[in-house]
């Protein structure tokens, strides 16, 4: 059975076809599925469970296949749960979200940096609409640490470790990581256990 991954980045997708492998669904993307020229729907809802079942479902109307789509950020306490949604849109490379989120937080102590990063899959086809979402608390730190990883990575550590992702393996991250714990629920979800 065919199942679209809703997604252009290319590292999403291979996170899901591994995670998913064994099941027997050939995995597509959506240049896979011939739908690459079409718009980006718009992330107009006002949850990442509500953006993750938005988008599944519209590439599951334009393709008649199974889909799978996700929406995820980083939600920082003391900013009243920014950047949030708008994550991805925080200013125009990951070095420039960064320095923004940095700076925003200047001067707020290490016990009041706790954020969490969100990540909600949605999983639409026939008769179905499910969404699982994982998150993965954390904490800000002052600077950037690691190079691995992407996005917000050098910034967050998660609880219970002195590193940040940005300095784990993608195997270490996925342990533990929102998206990991959405997978893994998705997982559980179609094998039945
Ligand atoms: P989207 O889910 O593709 O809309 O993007 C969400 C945004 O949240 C990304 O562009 C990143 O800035 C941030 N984000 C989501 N997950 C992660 C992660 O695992 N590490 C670092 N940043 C993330």
Redesign the pocket.
Known sequence: MKMLVATT?RGKVRELAEALDGLGFEILDLEGAGLADRPAPE?SGSTFAENALLKASIWFEASGLLTVA?????VVDILGGRPGLH??RYGDT?AE?IRRLLSEMDGVPSTERTAR?V?SLALVGENLAEVFTGECEGRIRHTSHGSA?????PV?TPDGENRT?AEMSPGEKSAI???GNAIRKLREFITGR
């Open positions: 980045n992330e996700d929406d995820s950020g980083l994550s991805a990951d979200r990063f990540c990883g992407f996005g917000y990575d967050f992702f990581s929102h998206r």
